[in-house]
């Protein structure tokens, strides 16, 4: 089987930065897609930013150019800098990952999540 493990959530002040980072371990051939989902309270669930194998990314409108998604391939870590926060930044942010484990299986992983929370 495949873990996610998602670390770095918690307060911070407004203006301020986080980073947040998730591990895959288990049963991994590869991993294709690595990203970031939050969900506040009463809300969707919704990308934040994802990254593939090659390093190409992509980000919600609403974090372009104050969060930044990076990964490590040899350690299968997914991290993501969260600059710039903002109160409506607040939210679990939950890891995903698309993973091979094995030539002709691919199956997509959620993490458990991380509470981030920007207040004064």
């Known amino acids: 089987q495949v873990q996610l493990v998602e670390s770095g959530g918690g307060l911070v002040q407004p203006g301020g930065s986080l980073r947040l980072s998730c591990a895959a371990s288990?049963?991994?051939?590869?991993?294709?897609?690595m990203g970031w989902y939050r969900q506040a309270p009463g809300n969707q669930r919704e990308l934040v930013a994802h990254i593939t194998s090659g390093g190409t990314t992509n980000y919600a409108d609403s974090v372009k150019g104050r969060f930044t998604i990076s990964r490590d391939n040899a350690k299968n870590t997914v991290y993501l800098q969260m600059n710039s926060l903002k109160p409506e930044d607040t939210a679990v942010y939950y890891c995903?990952?698309?993973?091979?484990?094995?030539?002709?299986?691919?199956?997509?992983?959620w993490g458990k999540g991380t509470l981030v929370t920007v207040s004064s």
């Open positions: 288990g049963n991994i051939f590869s991993i294709l897609v």
């Open positions: 995903n990952a698309d993973i091979a484990t094995s030539l002709t299986r691919n199956i997509n992983f």
